[in-house]
């Protein structure tokens, strides 16, 4: 049965409310997906465990949200929206409490189970609801770019709401600010739904739950293998090879079962159909890429010494590129101006941003140097984020669209994930190599060395402290200034390889004719032009 859309909202409701109510509701999910991970550090600090098991966690989140976008139409179809909504994000304000009281980091990882599935629950129902409530004809991406849109800005909003509650207030106030959150949520739709229904009751016993289990072990052992690889030294670990055996066993299993099974929960034919390989992989590419902000982060804390609250503040830069690069882009999609055009383009200048960023990172940069290419760095993610999404989403026949656009999920999840197993190898391996060298030149009996010894020493007992002290301050300061040197240079390295890949990628969009046609055809397809 067609969904009824305006049998959800009481008659009094206006349509502005309820846009304001769906898109306040579907920033739920953020919340979820980014309240630990907006401020790692701090956030391991508190669990007493390392940054690896945030981001593990943070993998755990989405890779359960992944996991149940396979069964989440069954369950939304069998209840009512409203009954459906107020137990989902009653129980998320539930276990945001339960998580602010848990230092057991076990414990902290099924809570984040639970997240990921509460964060899938309401996301596609939410996002076709706000779809339905714009009657434009470009609805469609007025509702992708609100809600992905949120989706790019969640975090920095949330590291910015959290670095405040830190400095000023407990740890705990920030779950119980998200909890109150979750809590709004429940307070408007208990005004504004009605008890209708959207779709005819399916039973629940159609689901299928062993699909779920399979992908989900499959994730999470994946996940694994690439978030603590190199600290436990890879294949020479007992527990990375379990996993990896285990995510090569159960994966193996999961697409025996979608192969063989009458309704797959997700339809393999879809890899067929060449547009939406091509988006799949610019996924992977695109959220690779967006791993190396991490690094920037990184070095406004622990080289340039930036205060917390000023790195959140920074971000903003970002933001306001995001939201131009979107505006852009839904200009040029509502113009049907060919998406491989945008796709080069915004390729191209996430390509300059990381060339750019090559020649900024020394010892103590300022603001003003970082702002052009950080604002970059958000215009080009923000101008393809939309699009690529659409591309993903159109690549297939109309009953395919749902398994596109897991697919999609699919790219970004291991797009990140890789990104962050990347750079931190890359990073640990460039720094080691850096500082080597940098040891071997500096040998004691260098007159060079001896020099600057002689230099710092005299600047300590200048301030005060006698020649032993002196001469163990200067050696620390040598040795802080030899790993900042290498952490500078590696990270040159990293951004100078990753913006050549991305002209590769921009090279392999204009002379591949394949990638051509397909992007004429995804126009033609979304606007029957």
């Known amino acids: 049965m067609p969904i009824k859309n305006s049998g959800v909202f009481k008659p ?49 989140t989405y890779g359960t949200f992944l996991a149940t976008l396979l069964v989440e139409s069954r369950l939304f179809k069998f209840f009512p929206p409203k009954n459906y909504f107020l137990v989902i994000f009653s129980l998320s304000a539930i276990t945001f409490v339960a998580s ?63 670095v405040y509650l830190l400095e000023n207030y407990d740890w705990r106030y920030m779950a119980w600010g998200s909890a109150l959150f979750q809590l709004t949520c429940v307070g408007f739709i208990l005004i504004t739904f009605t008890n209708n229904r959207m779709q005819r009751k399916v039973p629940l016993y159609q689901i299928d739950w062993a699909s779920f289990i399979l992908v989900h072990i499959t994730i999470l052992a994946g996940a694994f293998v690439f978030i603590y690889g190199e600290k436990k030294y890879w294949f020479q670990s007992a527990q990375i090879v379990t996993a990896a055996v285990a995510a090569l066993l159960f994966g193996a299993l999961f697409l025996m079962r979608q192969i063989t099974a009458r309704r797959p929960s997700f339809n ?18 695109l959220y690779v890429a967006r791993a190396t902000l991490n690094i920037c982060h990184s070095t406004m804390f622990t080289v340039w010494n930036w205060e917390p609250a000023r790195v959140a503040h920074v971000q903003f830069i970002n933001v306001a590129g995001n939201v131009a690069g979107m505006v852009l882009a839904g200009v040029c999609l509502a113009r049907a101006v060919a998406s ?95 500082y080597r ?48 040197q290498s952490t500078l240079l590696a990270n040159m390295e990293i951004f100078t390889v990753m913006g050549y890949v991305l002209l590769a990628v921009v090279v392999l969009l204009l002379l591949n004719r394949q990638l051509r046609f397909s992007f004429d055809l995804f126009k033609n397809k979304v606007w029957g032009s």
């Not at 953020?30 to 098991?53: C, H, P, Q, R």
């Not at 009657?135 to 590291?159: C, D, E």
């Not at 060339?355 to 970059?376: E, G, K, N, Q, R």
């Open 437 to 484: 060298n940098i040891s071997l030149g500096l040998l004691p009996e260098s007159p060079q060395l001896q020099d600057r010894t002689a230099a710092a020493v005299q600047r300590f007992m200048a301030k005060g402290y006698t020649e032993p002290e002196a001469y163990k301050l200067a050696i620390k300061s040598l040795t802080q200034a030899t790993r900042t």
């Open 12 to 60: 009094w409701v206006p349509n502005w409310l309820a846009v304001f109510v769906l898109f306040f509701c579907l920033l739920h999910c953020m919340v979820l997906l980014g309240v630990y991970t907006s401020n790692i550090t701090y956030s391991a600090s508190f669990l007493d465990v390392e940054v690896e098991d945030l981001q593990f966690s943070l993998c755990v």
């Open 268 to 285: 393999l034919v879809v890899f067929g159909y060449p547009n939406l390989r091509i988006g799949f992989f610019l996924f992977v590419v």
């Open 340 to 434: 491989r055009y945008i796709f080069i383009m915004g390729f191209l200048l996430l390509a300059m941003h990381h060339l750019w960023m090559t020649f900024l990172f020394v010892p103590d940069a300022s603001l003003a140097d970082i702002t052009a290419p950080y604002f970059l760095q958000g215009f080009a993610v923000g101008f393809l984020f939309v699009p690529l999404v659409l591309f993903t989403v159109s690549s297939v026949p109309k009953k395919l669209a749902p398994f596109s656009g897991t697919t999609g999920v699919i790219g970004r999840f291991w797009g990140s994930t890789i990104g962050f197993c990347i750079m931190q190898n890359m990073q640990i391996f460039l720094i080691q190599k850096h």
């Open 100 to 162: 602010a009281y848990t230092k057991n980091y076990v414990v902290f990882l099924l809570l984040r189970v639970a997240e990921g599935v509460f964060m899938a629950l309401p996301w596609l129902p939410l996002r076709q609801l706000l779809i339905s409530r714009f009657t434009t004809r470009n609805a469609i991406i007025i509702g992708f770019s609100v809600t992905y849109g949120a989706l790019l800005l969640a975090s920095p909003f949330i590291m910015n709401i959290a």
